[in-house]
């Protein structure tokens, strides 16, 4: 079989568009999340930025390992793994301080608590510790540290899955089904909360996301493509939509007693989150080719730039989303100060990541799209660098 050459730019696509689902859903009491992918269906954009980061890495990483072994492969991952882990620590120090500083002149809503802050305010020396060695995660603090992790896992498994990606999914799967049973999770403060995204079980869809990559690449027709399966797939997204919408409109899925049996628990990712993102992915694939025209459109565009520089876009869009709560907090017209807040933070993300695609064209004659975090690695349907 002869290897796509030319980038998959759904890749890009996709994980632009979560990055700005996750700003908006980040802001607290932000209406326009009312009509996110969260509302409607039983997962949200982290499942689907999580997937496709699964299948970027192996695209980045797979044709390293081939071409420069396994140390080289995870000497580059090694790398990715200490600016993404840097990366969060920097949000921590200015989002924190930001907010502790915002506590004390403002009065529109508790931030301290909102963000989790009562370690940081109550005991700053062993909070500053705990959150060096990741076992204090403020609010919305889940997903670089959980990237690291599953970065760091990245070469094994690009290595297991080439070599059998039955057995690398059978192990995925086994401390899956482990951690859920036997509610293994990290520590997140000393409060005994956890990690709200629990890596013991996201790394089963980063493992799915490899898998379909490297079967797309070495064996497409082992993809079960067909009228059938499409058909399973929008209708298992219909019913869905049908069942999560009124419930999250009417805000109860979180309270006693649906919320000790809504089958959608995020933080150990119900299988029915999982299944509900492979069948976005399904449909989407299925009528996106991946050089569609509308691709090249500017909104297209724009999204796929965010896509291409997701650490930064992330990071931004993290700041933002807090900075942004704050301003309709202590807004007089929280209408107004809502309708600024997602078209100034949107148009923002959407500048920056303009502004280095600017920049990556002054230094190089091609910009190429990596998983989060990583350099000189292309997340393409084949890497060619």
């Not at 994980?15 to 509302?39: E, Q, Y």
């Not at 990606?165 to 520590?187: D, E, K, P, Q």
Request: a positive charge; proline letters at 5%.
């Amino acid at each position: 079989m002869n290897e796509i050459r030319e980038r998959d730019l759904r890749l890009d696509f996709c994980r632009g568009v979560a990055l700005i689902v996750i700003f908006i859903d980040h802001v607290p009491g932000n209406p326009l999340s009312n009509w996110t992918l969260r509302n409607f269906s039983f997962c949200d954009a982290a499942e689907v930025f999580v997937l496709i980061s699964g299948m970027a890495s192996y695209l980045a990483y797979g044709s390293r390992l081939g071409r420069f072994g396994f140390a080289e492969c995870a000497k580059a991952v090694g790398r990715n793994c200490i600016r993404i882990y840097c990366a969060h620590l920097l949000l921590i120090t200015v989002i924190a301080g930001a907010m502790l500083w915002v506590a004390h002149r403002y009065s529109g809503a508790d931030y301290i608590d909102s963000l989790k802050l009562q370690w940081l305010v109550e005991d700053p020396a062993s909070a500053i510790f705990a959150a060096i060695h990741l076992s204090y995660l403020p609010r919305l603090m889940d997903i670089l540290p959980l990237y690291i992790l599953l970065l760091a896992i990245a070469p094994l498994m690009v290595l297991m899955v080439k070599r059998d990606y039955r057995i690398a999914l059978l192990l995925s799967i086994t401390v899956y089904l482990l951690a859920r049973n036997f509610g293994w999770n990290l520590s997140a403060d000393i409060h005994g909360r956890e990690w709200y995204l629990n890596p013991f079980t996201w790394q089963l869809l980063y493992t799915i996301g490899m898998t379909l990559a490297h079967l797309n690449r070495t064996a497409p027709l082992r993809l079960p493509w067909g009228r059938r399966w499409l058909l399973g797939a929008i209708g298992f997204l219909v019913i869905t939509a049908i069942i999560a919408w009124p419930l999250n409109q009417l805000g109860i899925t979180q309270l006693p007693p649906l919320s000790y049996v809504w089958p959608a628990d995020k933080t150990y990712l119900s299988p029915l989150r999982i299944m509900n993102v492979l069948a976005l992915l399904y449909v989407f694939a299925f009528f996106v080719s991946p050089r569609a025209p509308w691709l090249k459109r500017r909104l297209a565009e724009m999204c796929i730039s965010c896509g291409r520089h997701s650490l930064i876009v992330y990071g931004v869009g993290l700041a933002l989303s807090c900075f942004g709560f704050v301003v309709i907090q202590e807004s007089s017209v929280p209408n107004v100060a809502n309708l600024a807040v997602n078209i100034l933070g949107i148009s923002i993300l959407f500048l920056t990541a303009a502004l280095l695609d600017r920049r990556d064209l002054s230094r190089r004659p091609a910009v190429t799209s990596a998983p989060l975090g990583a350099r000189g690695a292309s997340a393409t349907t084949s890497l060619t660098n």
